[in-house]
């Protein structure tokens, strides 16, 4: 039986902050070079929305007559990845007791697609898009050139495309929501260190 993969990171701020909590599965995102800061300033004023930085967008194939996972770097998004993320306590609850068994073990199954299946949790709860918070350009890691990830098989777009089209079949429908936004913070360039309400990590 295949276990499931927890988070590298798990951060909940506690009563301070209850009821929100950040998700960091990927250990090669820098917590203080995304501003976590603004990233949960803007979780505070959306706190229905996953909002986060790494982004992906879904998309029709009409001549396939199914869904495709879309990673190219686009002004669109309707998924964000879990890797840095904010979103509320409920919806991991919403997860693992709501969403059908079958889809989690799915998920489970095949070691893959928990992101996804989270943005199809939210939005199917919300009927909203998630929030992407800057930076503008893709994230670069120079010091995980060793590190293995399931990404970069050639099979992980297939399957993260199979993924959107099992969970659309399971869920009946198409809940995400596309849009074309981007949250920057207002003092770009600002010294972070001078603005941190939440403690570094």
């Known amino acids: 039986m295949t276990e499931k993969i927890p988070p590298v990171l798990t951060f909940d701020g506690g009563r301070e902050f ?21 990233s949960y300033q803007v979780w505070r004023e959306y706190p229905d929305r996953l909002v986060g930085y790494p982004n992906r967008l879904h998309l029709w194939e009409e001549d396939k ?67 992407k918070v800057s930076p503008r350009k893709k994230f670069k890691c120079t010091e995980c050139s060793q590190q293995v990830s399931i990404s970069v ?11 959107i089209n099992f969970f659309v ?15 920057d913070p207002v003092l770009y360039k600002d010294d972070p260190e001078k603005h941190m309400l939440l403690p570094l990590l």
């Open 153 to 163: 098989d050639p099979g992980h777009m297939v399957e993260r495309s199979e993924c």
């Open 65 to 131: 007559k199914n869904w495709k996972y879309e990673s190219e770097w686009t002004n669109a998004n309707s998924m964000i990845l879990t890797g840095a993320a904010f979103y509320h306590k409920y919806y991991s609850h919403a997860y693992y007791q709501q969403t059908p068994a079958k889809i989690v073990d799915w998920v489970d199954d095949h070691m893959n697609c928990e992101d996804i299946l989270m943005n199809f949790v939210i939005a199917n709860l919300t009927a909203k898009a998630p929030l």
């Open 18 to 38: 209850s009821p929100r909590i950040l998700i960091l599965y990927d250990p090669v995102i820098n917590v203080y070079d995304l501003k976590i800061n603004f």
């Open 169 to 183: 079949e399971e869920f009946g429908k198409m809940p995400l929501k596309a849009v074309e936004f981007r949250a």
